[in-house]
């Protein structure tokens, strides 16, 4: 199994950056794709980013395209997500795991993490 340790959440004001880290526990991440989901309180999870295997090609909900960026470096078992240009209804714990490629489903992902909490001060 792919245990997903995620960091790099806090408290930040609005219009502020924050880049989030997914180490990997156990397996390599290399050879899958990576998705980073969110989960508000009273709200159900939702798809915010997801790359590739390689990192060549990526995907994002229409709700942070042109603020959040994802990566992921394979040498380094690592997947990031940079947050620019933050609002307050970004606030939310942010989960890193691996998917199959395409997908925006929370319900076809294993393996979830503990999460890093995200918060957005107006």
């Known amino acids: 199994q792919v245990q997903p340790v995620e960091s790099g959440g806090g408290l930040v004001q609005a219009g502020g950056s924050l880049r989030l880290s997914c180490a990997a526990s156990?397996?390599?991440?290399?050879?899958?794709?990576m998705g980073w989901f969110r989960q508000a309180p009273g709200k159900e999870r939702g798809f915010v980013a997801a790359?590739?295997?390689?990192?060549?090609?990526?995907y994002y909900a229409d709700s942070v395209k042109g603020r959040f960026t994802i990566s992921r470096d394979n040498a380094k078992n690592t997947v990031w997500l940079q947050l620019n240009s933050l609002k307050p209804e970004d606030t939310a714990v942010y989960y890193c795991?691996?998917?199959?490629?395409?997908?925006?489903?929370?319900?076809?992902?294993?393996?979830w993490g503990q999460g890093t909490q995200v918060t957005v001060s107006s």
């Open positions: 795991v691996k998917i199959p490629w395409g997908t925006r489903d929370p319900g076809s992902a294993a393996s």
């Open positions: 156990g397996r390599t991440f290399s050879g899958y794709a």
């Open positions: 790359i590739n295997w390689s990192g060549s090609s990526t």
